[in-house]
């Protein structure tokens, strides 16, 4: 399956706005690609016009409806764990990762979001980091550009490389028209100390394909997507 895995920091950084962004500009360029959020909460929370719900935006960034997006879902804004156990269910990790393979299948690629970061429990001994590992794609990690982005971001790193998970890049989002001094140093910092690549997403208004697809057409995409073909060969 070839793709990429999005994941973040934390909850609220940014992670589905990144991965509506790639597969939009992927879309765009005549790509069939697949948006996936296989577990998603909150499906109680407040919705707006210019940023729905997380299913529902990359729903809108694919040509997808949302049920095709995410397969497990709840309503309560809490940690799938709990909001499954909330509902009286367990999330099954094969059946999960088989929906997400037969979902991809004869896809240009695969866009697949985890909920929150890379530690949040599914269920009780597997995460989405083994989630993760099960798809074997590499990751993108979503992170804030501000104050205290370094420490999470290296933490998110070492779990990931813990476990052998590739990563492509950290992506820093939004990233300001003029960032700061802080923010200039935490993505070279980043990128030193994390040895990882550090790109930027810029702030988007709205969750409108065309705008999400501007801003995913400044990542480097198709040489991520190379890595990606490169670890499934």
Same mark, same amino acid.
């Given at each position: 399956?070839?793709?990429?895995? =999005?994941?973040?920091?934390?909850?609220?950084?940014?992670?589905?706005?990144?991965?509506?962004? *790639?597969? @939009? +500009?992927?879309?765009?360029? @005549?790509?069939? /690609?697949?948006?996936?959020?296989?577990?998603?909460? #909150?499906?109680?929370?407040?919705?707006?016009?210019?940023?729905?719900?997380?299913?529902?935006?990359?729903?809108? +960034?694919?040509?997808?409806?949302?049920?095709? *997006?995410?397969?497990?879902?709840?309503?309560?804004?809490?940690?799938?764990? $709990? +909001? @499954?156990?909330?509902?009286?269910?367990?999330?099954?990790?094969?059946?999960?990762?088989?929906?997400?393979?037969?979902? #991809?299948?004869? +896809?240009? @690629? =695969? *866009?697949?979001?985890?909920?929150?970061? $890379?530690?949040?429990?599914?269920?009780?001994?597997?995460?989405?980091?083994?989630?993760?590992?099960?798809?074997?794609?590499?990751?993108?990690?979503?992170?804030?550009?501000?104050?205290?982005?370094?420490?999470?971001? $290296?933490?998110?790193?070492?779990?990931?490389?813990?476990? &052998?998970?590739?990563?492509?890049?950290?992506?820093?989002?939004?990233?300001?028209?003029?960032?700061?001094?802080?923010?200039?140093?935490?993505?070279?910092?980043?990128?030193? $100390?994390?040895? /990882?690549?550090?790109?930027?997403?810029?702030?988007?208004?709205?969750?409108?394909?065309?705008?999400?697809?501007?801003?995913?057409?400044?990542?480097?995409?198709?040489?991520?997507?190379?890595?990606?073909?490169? &670890?499934?060969?």
């Amino acid at each position: 399956m070839r793709g990429l895995f =999005v994941t973040g920091t934390d909850t609220g950084v940014g992670k589905t706005v990144l991965a509506g962004a *790639v597969v @939009a +500009a992927l879309r765009a360029e @005549a790509a069939d /690609v697949r948006a996936l959020k296989p577990v998603i909460t #909150g499906l109680d929370e407040p919705n707006s016009a210019d940023w729905p719900l997380d299913d529902e935006l990359l729903a809108r +960034a694919a040509g997808q409806n949302a049920h095709e *997006v995410a397969f497990e879902r709840f309503g309560a804004p809490a940690s799938p764990h $709990l +909001a @499954a156990e909330l509902t009286g269910r367990e999330i099954d990790p094969a059946a999960l990762a088989r929906s997400i393979r037969e979902a #991809g299948a004869g +896809a240009d @690629a =695969v *866009v697949v979001e985890g909920v929150g970061g $890379l530690l949040v429990p599914l269920r009780d001994s597997y995460d989405v980091r083994a989630l993760a590992r099960s798809l074997a794609l590499p990751l993108l990690i979503a992170a804030r550009p501000g104050l205290g982005t370094i420490n999470h971001t $290296l933490l998110t790193l070492e779990a990931a490389r813990a476990v &052998g998970l590739d990563v492509a890049a950290v992506v820093l989002t939004p990233w300001p028209r003029e960032p700061s001094t802080i923010e200039r140093s935490n993505r070279d910092t980043i990128a030193r $100390l994390g040895e /990882v690549e550090v790109a930027t997403l810029p702030p988007i208004e709205r969750a409108e394909p065309h705008l999400l697809a501007g801003a995913g057409h400044e990542l480097p995409l198709e040489r991520w997507l190379r890595d990606s073909d490169r &670890g499934a060969s």
